[in-house]
Protein backbone atom coordinates (compact mmCIF):
# COMPACT_ATOMS: atom_id res chain seq x y z
CA UNK A 1 0.00 0.00 0.00
CA UNK A 2 2.55 2.53 1.14
CA UNK A 3 4.44 1.59 -2.79
CA UNK A 4 1.00 2.41 -4.21
CA UNK A 5 0.58 5.46 -2.36
CA UNK A 6 3.95 6.59 -2.94
CA UNK A 7 3.44 5.92 -6.64
CA UNK A 8 0.49 7.93 -7.25
CA UNK A 9 2.01 10.95 -5.37
CA UNK A 10 5.04 10.87 -7.44
CA UNK A 11 3.42 11.02 -10.69
CA UNK A 12 1.41 14.06 -9.19
CA UNK A 13 4.50 15.97 -8.20
CA UNK A 14 6.30 15.55 -11.53
CA UNK A 15 3.14 16.51 -13.36
CA UNK A 16 2.80 19.72 -10.94
CA UNK A 17 6.35 20.54 -11.41
CA UNK A 18 6.02 20.54 -15.68
CA UNK A 19 2.87 23.34 -14.70
CA UNK A 20 0.22 20.76 -15.47
CA UNK A 21 -2.61 21.03 -12.89
CA UNK A 22 -3.62 17.56 -12.05
CA UNK A 23 -6.88 15.72 -13.55
CA UNK A 24 -6.86 18.33 -16.57
CA UNK A 25 -5.14 15.55 -19.02
CA UNK A 26 -1.09 16.32 -19.30
CA UNK A 27 -0.69 14.08 -22.13
CA UNK A 28 2.30 12.71 -20.72
CA UNK A 29 3.22 9.01 -21.42
CA UNK A 30 4.24 6.68 -18.36
CA UNK A 31 5.31 3.45 -18.25
CA UNK A 32 6.82 1.38 -16.22
CA UNK A 33 9.15 -1.73 -16.41
CA UNK A 34 8.48 -4.78 -13.59
CA UNK A 35 10.51 -7.25 -11.48
CA UNK A 36 11.23 -10.59 -12.51
CA UNK A 37 8.08 -12.52 -12.35
CA UNK A 38 4.79 -11.74 -13.32
CA UNK A 39 2.67 -9.08 -13.41
CA UNK A 40 -0.10 -10.39 -11.11
CA UNK A 41 2.13 -11.77 -8.42
CA UNK A 42 -0.51 -10.32 -5.87
CA UNK A 43 2.56 -8.37 -4.60
CA UNK A 44 5.40 -6.29 -5.63
CA UNK A 45 4.50 -5.78 -9.23
CA UNK A 46 0.91 -6.04 -8.97
CA UNK A 47 0.47 -2.85 -6.57
CA UNK A 48 3.01 -1.30 -8.07
CA UNK A 49 1.67 -1.65 -11.85
CA UNK A 50 -1.94 -0.03 -9.04
CA UNK A 51 -0.41 2.92 -8.00
CA UNK A 52 1.33 3.78 -11.81
CA UNK A 53 -2.56 3.11 -13.57
CA UNK A 54 -4.07 5.28 -10.58
CA UNK A 55 -1.17 8.39 -10.97
CA UNK A 56 -1.54 8.61 -14.74
CA UNK A 57 -5.58 8.47 -13.95
CA UNK A 58 -4.89 11.18 -11.96
CA UNK A 59 -3.03 13.75 -13.87
CA UNK A 60 -5.47 13.00 -16.87
CA UNK A 61 -2.33 10.96 -18.40
CA UNK A 62 -3.41 8.57 -20.92
CA UNK A 63 -3.62 4.69 -20.10
CA UNK A 64 0.30 3.69 -19.22
CA UNK A 65 2.26 1.10 -20.19
CA UNK A 66 4.13 -2.19 -18.35
CA UNK A 67 6.56 -4.24 -19.70
CA UNK A 68 6.58 -7.58 -17.52
CA UNK A 69 10.59 -8.56 -16.92
CA UNK A 70 10.94 -12.53 -17.82
CA UNK A 71 14.81 -12.85 -16.76
CA UNK A 72 17.22 -10.45 -14.78
CA UNK A 73 18.76 -10.29 -18.37
CA UNK A 74 15.98 -8.38 -19.94
CA UNK A 75 16.08 -5.23 -17.79
CA UNK A 76 17.94 -3.11 -19.63
CA UNK A 77 16.34 -3.91 -23.12
CA UNK A 78 12.77 -3.74 -21.47
CA UNK A 79 13.78 0.10 -20.30
CA UNK A 80 14.84 0.94 -23.81
CA UNK A 81 11.74 0.02 -25.17
CA UNK A 82 10.11 2.59 -23.59
CA UNK A 83 12.75 5.41 -23.91
CA UNK A 84 12.22 4.08 -28.34
CA UNK A 85 8.79 4.49 -27.83
CA UNK A 86 9.54 8.39 -26.14
CA UNK A 87 7.96 7.94 -22.52
CA UNK A 88 7.88 10.96 -20.60
CA UNK A 89 8.25 8.84 -16.89
CA UNK A 90 9.49 5.69 -16.44
CA UNK A 91 9.25 3.78 -13.08
CA UNK A 92 11.00 0.89 -12.99
CA UNK A 93 10.40 -1.60 -10.14
CA UNK A 94 12.51 -3.66 -7.87
CA UNK A 95 16.14 -3.03 -6.09
CA UNK A 96 18.20 -4.94 -8.98
CA UNK A 97 16.94 -3.00 -11.63
CA UNK A 98 18.67 0.01 -10.26
CA UNK A 99 21.75 -0.79 -12.11
CA UNK A 100 20.03 -0.13 -15.46
CA UNK A 101 17.66 2.52 -14.28
CA UNK A 102 20.53 4.59 -13.75
CA UNK A 103 22.23 3.98 -16.95
CA UNK A 104 18.84 4.40 -18.91
CA UNK A 105 18.52 7.85 -16.90
CA UNK A 106 22.52 9.19 -17.71
CA UNK A 107 21.61 8.00 -21.03
CA UNK A 108 18.54 9.90 -21.47
CA UNK A 109 18.24 13.18 -19.32
CA UNK A 110 14.89 14.52 -20.88
CA UNK A 111 12.86 11.48 -19.44
CA UNK A 112 11.99 11.04 -15.63
CA UNK A 113 12.84 7.74 -13.99
CA UNK A 114 11.91 6.70 -10.78
CA UNK A 115 13.01 3.06 -9.05
CA UNK A 116 11.18 1.58 -6.59
CA UNK A 117 13.36 0.11 -3.74
CA UNK A 118 16.59 1.96 -5.54
CA UNK A 119 19.23 3.90 -3.77
CA UNK A 120 20.32 6.62 -5.90
CA UNK A 121 23.42 7.66 -4.77
CA UNK A 122 24.88 11.39 -4.91
CA UNK A 123 26.20 12.69 -7.67
CA UNK A 124 22.39 11.55 -8.49
CA UNK A 125 20.84 12.41 -12.13
CA UNK A 126 18.27 15.16 -11.51
CA UNK A 127 16.11 13.02 -13.80
CA UNK A 128 16.36 9.92 -11.55
CA UNK A 129 14.49 9.63 -7.92
CA UNK A 130 14.47 6.05 -5.95
CA UNK A 131 11.28 5.33 -4.04
CA UNK A 132 12.65 3.86 -0.71
CA UNK A 133 10.39 3.06 2.06
CA UNK A 134 10.97 1.99 5.81
CA UNK A 135 11.27 -1.47 5.63
CA UNK A 136 12.27 -1.96 8.77
CA UNK A 137 9.53 -0.19 11.11
CA UNK A 138 7.03 -1.84 8.93
CA UNK A 139 8.67 -5.74 10.13
CA UNK A 140 9.36 -4.88 13.50
CA UNK A 141 5.37 -4.19 13.87
CA UNK A 142 4.73 -7.51 12.41
CA UNK A 143 7.19 -8.65 14.73
CA UNK A 144 5.34 -7.08 17.32
CA UNK A 145 2.18 -9.03 16.44
CA UNK A 146 4.30 -12.79 15.83
CA UNK A 147 5.90 -12.47 19.76
CA UNK A 148 2.86 -11.49 20.99
CA UNK A 149 0.17 -14.38 20.30
CA UNK A 150 3.45 -17.25 19.45
CA UNK A 151 2.79 -20.41 21.64
CA UNK A 152 5.38 -22.19 21.10
CA UNK A 153 7.63 -19.36 21.29
CA UNK A 154 9.15 -20.25 18.03
CA UNK A 155 8.44 -17.53 15.00
CA UNK A 156 9.94 -17.86 11.35
CA UNK A 157 10.05 -15.25 8.22
CA UNK A 158 10.69 -16.29 4.45
CA UNK A 159 12.16 -14.30 2.26
CA UNK A 160 12.90 -13.71 -1.16
CA UNK A 161 16.05 -12.97 -2.15
CA UNK A 162 19.57 -11.88 0.49
CA UNK A 163 20.74 -9.87 -1.97
CA UNK A 164 17.71 -7.80 -1.90
CA UNK A 165 18.63 -5.21 0.94
CA UNK A 166 14.48 -4.16 1.31
CA UNK A 167 13.94 -7.65 1.98
CA UNK A 168 16.69 -7.85 4.45
CA UNK A 169 15.41 -4.78 6.08
CA UNK A 170 11.90 -6.34 6.85
CA UNK A 171 13.34 -9.57 8.15
CA UNK A 172 15.57 -8.10 10.55
CA UNK A 173 12.99 -5.37 11.71
CA UNK A 174 10.87 -8.15 12.18
CA UNK A 175 12.99 -10.47 14.64
CA UNK A 176 14.21 -6.89 16.68
CA UNK A 177 10.14 -6.33 16.65
CA UNK A 178 9.65 -10.35 18.39
CA UNK A 179 11.99 -9.65 20.77
CA UNK A 180 10.97 -6.21 22.09
CA UNK A 181 8.14 -8.02 23.54
CA UNK A 182 9.60 -11.72 24.25
CA UNK A 183 13.16 -11.47 24.81
CA UNK A 184 13.42 -15.51 24.50
CA UNK A 185 11.58 -15.98 21.03
CA UNK A 186 13.66 -17.92 19.16
CA UNK A 187 13.13 -16.39 15.35
CA UNK A 188 13.92 -18.54 12.10
CA UNK A 189 14.74 -17.07 8.22
CA UNK A 190 15.24 -18.93 5.18
CA UNK A 191 15.94 -17.02 2.30
CA UNK A 192 14.72 -19.43 -0.40
CA UNK A 193 16.59 -17.21 -3.27
CA UNK A 194 13.40 -16.87 -5.62
CA UNK A 195 10.89 -13.88 -5.78
CA UNK A 196 8.42 -16.48 -8.29
CA UNK A 197 8.44 -20.06 -6.80
CA UNK A 198 5.53 -20.48 -4.71
CA UNK A 199 6.66 -24.21 -3.94
CA UNK A 200 9.63 -23.22 -2.40
CA UNK A 201 8.02 -20.97 0.02
CA UNK A 202 5.79 -23.68 0.70
CA UNK A 203 8.33 -26.04 1.14
CA UNK A 204 10.22 -23.69 3.26
CA UNK A 205 7.21 -23.04 5.62
CA UNK A 206 6.63 -27.10 5.82
CA UNK A 207 10.01 -27.40 7.31
CA UNK A 208 10.14 -24.49 10.22
CA UNK A 209 6.29 -25.89 10.70
CA UNK A 210 7.69 -29.37 11.29
CA UNK A 211 10.46 -27.76 13.58
CA UNK A 212 7.77 -26.08 16.24
CA UNK A 213 6.98 -22.10 14.31
CA UNK A 214 3.66 -21.24 15.03
CA UNK A 215 3.89 -17.87 12.93
CA UNK A 216 5.10 -16.86 9.86
CA UNK A 217 6.19 -13.74 8.03
CA UNK A 218 6.84 -13.82 4.21
CA UNK A 219 8.53 -11.45 2.48
CA UNK A 220 9.19 -13.24 -1.13
CA UNK A 221 6.17 -11.72 -3.45
CA UNK A 222 4.68 -14.34 -5.46
CA UNK A 223 6.60 -17.31 -3.35
CA UNK A 224 5.25 -15.98 -0.55
CA UNK A 225 1.57 -17.50 -1.49
CA UNK A 226 3.49 -20.77 -1.15
CA UNK A 227 3.62 -19.48 2.85
CA UNK A 228 0.44 -18.99 3.30
CA UNK A 229 -0.91 -22.51 1.91
CA UNK A 230 1.55 -24.07 3.73
CA UNK A 231 -0.09 -21.77 7.00
CA UNK A 232 -3.47 -21.98 5.28
CA UNK A 233 -3.85 -26.27 5.30
CA UNK A 234 -1.74 -26.20 8.86
CA UNK A 235 -3.62 -24.26 10.73
CA UNK A 236 -0.78 -21.62 11.52
CA UNK A 237 -0.81 -18.21 11.96
CA UNK A 238 0.82 -16.24 8.76
CA UNK A 239 1.84 -12.48 8.24
CA UNK A 240 2.52 -10.83 4.96
CA UNK A 241 4.71 -7.92 4.05
CA UNK A 242 2.77 -4.73 3.79
CA UNK A 243 1.73 -5.40 0.38
CA UNK A 244 -1.46 -7.55 0.63
CA UNK A 245 -1.65 -10.77 -0.63
CA UNK A 246 -4.92 -10.06 -2.33
CA UNK A 247 -5.76 -9.94 -6.25
CA UNK A 248 -7.98 -6.55 -6.50
CA UNK A 249 -7.62 -3.45 -3.50
CA UNK A 250 -11.47 -3.88 -3.06
CA UNK A 251 -10.37 -7.27 -1.58
CA UNK A 252 -7.78 -6.36 0.70
CA UNK A 253 -10.42 -4.39 2.22
CA UNK A 254 -13.20 -6.63 2.68
CA UNK A 255 -10.33 -9.01 4.31
CA UNK A 256 -8.75 -6.61 6.62
CA UNK A 257 -12.81 -6.55 8.18
CA UNK A 258 -13.11 -10.53 7.88
CA UNK A 259 -15.33 -10.61 5.18
CA UNK A 260 -15.31 -13.61 2.86
CA UNK A 261 -15.51 -13.37 -0.75
CA UNK A 262 -17.47 -15.25 -3.16
CA UNK A 263 -14.62 -15.32 -5.46
CA UNK A 264 -11.99 -17.15 -3.54
CA UNK A 265 -11.14 -20.92 -3.80
CA UNK A 266 -13.30 -22.89 -1.15
CA UNK A 267 -10.53 -23.55 1.35
CA UNK A 268 -8.93 -20.26 1.50
CA UNK A 269 -12.20 -18.45 1.58
CA UNK A 270 -13.21 -20.81 4.65
CA UNK A 271 -9.99 -19.36 6.81
CA UNK A 272 -11.26 -16.07 5.65
CA UNK A 273 -14.61 -16.32 7.22
CA UNK A 274 -12.74 -16.73 10.62
CA UNK A 275 -10.28 -13.94 10.14
CA UNK A 276 -12.75 -11.20 11.95
CA UNK A 277 -12.48 -13.33 15.03
CA UNK A 278 -9.00 -14.15 15.09
CA UNK A 279 -7.79 -10.39 14.58
CA UNK A 280 -10.27 -9.50 17.37
CA UNK A 281 -8.51 -11.90 19.97
CA UNK A 282 -5.24 -10.20 18.39
CA UNK A 283 -6.32 -6.51 18.96
CA UNK A 284 -7.84 -8.05 22.65
CA UNK A 285 -4.45 -9.20 23.68
CA UNK A 286 -2.53 -6.32 21.88
CA UNK A 287 -4.63 -3.96 23.94
CA UNK A 288 -4.08 -5.97 27.44
CA UNK A 289 -0.09 -5.62 26.84
CA UNK A 290 -0.53 -2.12 26.41
CA UNK A 291 -2.91 -1.46 29.86
CA UNK A 292 -0.16 -3.47 31.52
CA UNK A 293 2.68 -1.02 30.14
CA UNK A 294 0.68 2.05 30.32
CA UNK A 295 -0.21 0.92 34.42
CA UNK A 296 3.10 -0.17 34.88
CA UNK A 297 5.16 2.35 37.16
CA UNK A 298 7.04 5.08 34.82
CA UNK A 299 10.49 6.67 34.98
CA UNK A 300 10.52 10.24 35.14
CA UNK A 301 10.87 11.80 31.65
CA UNK A 302 13.75 13.86 31.20
CA UNK A 303 14.33 16.51 28.54
CA UNK A 304 12.14 15.30 25.55
CA UNK A 305 10.99 12.26 27.48
CA UNK A 306 7.87 13.51 27.65
CA UNK A 307 6.26 11.71 24.71
CA UNK A 308 7.51 8.38 26.10
CA UNK A 309 4.64 7.83 27.95
CA UNK A 310 2.06 8.62 24.69
CA UNK A 311 4.07 6.02 22.70
CA UNK A 312 3.67 3.56 25.00
CA UNK A 313 -0.07 4.03 25.56
CA UNK A 314 -0.62 3.67 21.68
CA UNK A 315 1.29 0.70 21.12
CA UNK A 316 -1.66 -1.43 20.70
CA UNK A 317 -3.33 1.31 18.04
CA UNK A 318 0.29 1.69 16.51
CA UNK A 319 0.20 -2.68 16.17
CA UNK A 320 -3.37 -2.55 14.51
CA UNK A 321 -2.59 0.31 11.66
CA UNK A 322 0.72 -1.60 11.06
CA UNK A 323 -1.63 -4.74 9.59
CA UNK A 324 -1.56 -3.61 5.94
CA UNK A 325 -1.86 -7.53 4.99
CA UNK A 326 -3.87 -9.93 6.33
CA UNK A 327 -3.24 -12.02 9.57
CA UNK A 328 -4.62 -14.93 8.76
CA UNK A 329 -6.10 -17.91 10.77
CA UNK A 330 -7.64 -20.96 9.23
Not at 23 to 42: A, N, R, Y
Not at 140 to 155: E, M, R
Not at 165 to 174: A, L, R, S, T
Request: with cysteine; charged share 20%; net charge neutral.
Amino acid sequence: MKRLLAICAAVGLIVTACGVIPGTGSGLKVGMVTDIGQLEDKSFNEFSWKGVQDGASAIGAPKPAVIVTKDIADYKQNIQQLVDQKYDIIFTVGFLIGTDTLAAAKANPTIQFFGVDQFVADPAPANYQGLLFAEAQAGYLAGIVAGTITKSGKIGAVGGRSDVPPVVNYIKGYESGAKSVKANVAVSSVYVEDFNAPDKGEAAAKTMIGQGVDVLFQVAGLTGAGVLRAACNLRHWSRCRPVPVAPRLEELHHHQRGEASAERDTRCGQAFQGQGQADGQLHQRCDERRDRRVGDPQPQPGPGGSDRQDQAGHRGHEVRQAQAGPVTRA
